[in-house]
């Protein structure tokens, strides 16, 4: 899922693990290592964009990552830990510089969402965000980076807990979206997918972060900091089981559809749309074509409209064989097809992601995709482009969120 999710769910490991013994300290340690297998995309600086997209997702989000890595860094954090360096002023202040720059980073992300989402309304909720910021670092400030402060002892295995279980939290979470992820590497390159949640989903972030806030604010000492975080837990646990639930009975409308219209399949993928867990995508595949198309739980029929969708494999055919090809394929999981574009490019579609416009014919249709040029000796990847805004689609989207 997204980096601020992961970095919250963290926290509240962190604070599970160790929050009674080193209070805010745990919250920060167990963000840092919720974020730690996403730095697999500081890959993108040293691979090329192909083997960039290929490790992503992969060894640093492995089981192996999760059971092998605490016990390395939890032996530099315990040095770190026992030098006294917490009391130091530079320490103190380069904290709270640090400190600044995560919430800019943090803000800045949820500022983008706001602002494409709600329009010239969303100045307004970044007005608000900003405004919190400041008098939440100057509370941090005040009590806890001018004045002395003790630490209880912690021990080596101690901080082993608290990274394991905030490392190995990432890829299971991870893997509960569409994108995938390669628990099982390096013995398998399979790519676990559920698909029960969006890669971005505020309704089970937003919670989840109020709460590893709050905990924040109470001393360490205090009952009332262990019951916050574990509501934020049961809330958040509870939230992603009522996905599982939502998933099953969506598979179950789309299989009737299927059935319904006589179309012969050899397998299937549902996945919610992104931000929320209330719109789902479904694709069917068959011999020739995919089915797709689109259900809310607020549809009034439990029914799925499907438009075919060519594979059109016969585009890319010709270089099945080359590595661009496999590696796309492998990690589109099969689902995609092709569409020339301009002259010698190509555009290769991941459909498991779908379009934004509900509609399958147009190539600036599809959300996920990759542009390919047609060279002489075979066919190379072009550079990725940001994708476009529409807020056209945008709201036709909220419209079909509601249900039809």
């Not at 929050?19 to 996403?38: E, F, H, S, Y």
């Not at 912690?154 to 299971?172: M, R």
Request: charged share 20%.
């Amino acid at each position: 899922m997204d980096s601020l999710t992961q970095l919250v769910l963290g926290a509240a490991c962190g604070e599970a693990v160790l929050g009674k013994k080193i209070g805010n300290k745990a919250l920060v340690l167990g963000a840092i290592g919720g974020t730690i297998p996403d730095l697999d995309v500081l890959a993108n600086f040293v691979l090329d964009q192909l083997d960039a997209l290929a490790f992503h997702r992969g060894p640093m989000h492995s089981l192996l990552f999760a059971c092998i890595f605490p016990f390395i860094i939890a032996f530099f954090i315990k040095k770190f830990y026992d030098s006294g360096i917490f009391n130091r002023k530079a320490y103190r202040i380069f904290g709270f510089v640090f400190g600044i720059l995560i919430f800019l980073g943090i803000g800045g992300v949820l500022s983008a969402i706001l602002i494409f989402i709600l329009s010239t309304q969303g100045y307004l909720y970044v007005a608000i965000l900003i405004l919190s910021g400041f008098f939440f670092f100057r509370y941090v400030y005040k009590n806890y980076l001018v004045k002395s402060q003790e630490f209880p002892s912690a021990n080596y295995f101690d901080f082993v807990k608290l990274f394991f279980l905030s490392i190995i939290t990432h890829p299971l979470l991870d893997a509960l979206t569409t994108f995938g992820t390669q628990l099982l590497w390096p013995f398998s390159n399979h790519r676990f997918a559920v698909s029960n949640i969006a890669i971005v989903d505020p309704i089970y972030t937003f919670p989840f972060l109020g709460t590893v806030i709050a905990c924040g604010f109470f001393d360490k000492s205090d009952r009332r900091r262990t019951i916050i975080n574990y509501t934020g837990i049961i809330i958040s646990s509870l939230y992603m089981i009522g996905t599982l639930y939502t998933k099953s009975k969506v598979d179950s409308v789309f299989e009737q559809s299927l059935q319904s219209n006589s179309i012969k399949y050899t397998r299937m993928l549902t996945t919610p749309t992104i931000l929320n867990n209330i719109l789902w995508y479904g694709i069917a595949e068959s011999d020739s074509v995919y089915y797709c198309g689109y259900y809310s739980i607020f549809d009034s029929k439990k029914s799925v409209e499907l438009s075919p969708v060519p594979k059109s494999r016969d585009i890319t055919d010709p270089y099945r064989e080359t590595k661009l090809i496999k590696t796309l394929s492998w990690f589109s999981e099969y689902y995609y097809n092709a569409m020339p574009t301009n002259g010698d490019t190509i555009q290769y579609n991941d459909l498991r992601y779908g379009t934004m416009s509900f509609k399958f014919d147009k190539a600036e249709d599809f959300i996920f995709h990759f542009n390919l040029l047609k060279v002489d000796e075979g066919i190379n990847l072009l550079p990725e482009e940001r994708p476009k805004n529409n807020r056209r689609d945008l709201k036709t989207f909220w419209e079909r969120l509601k249900g039809n």
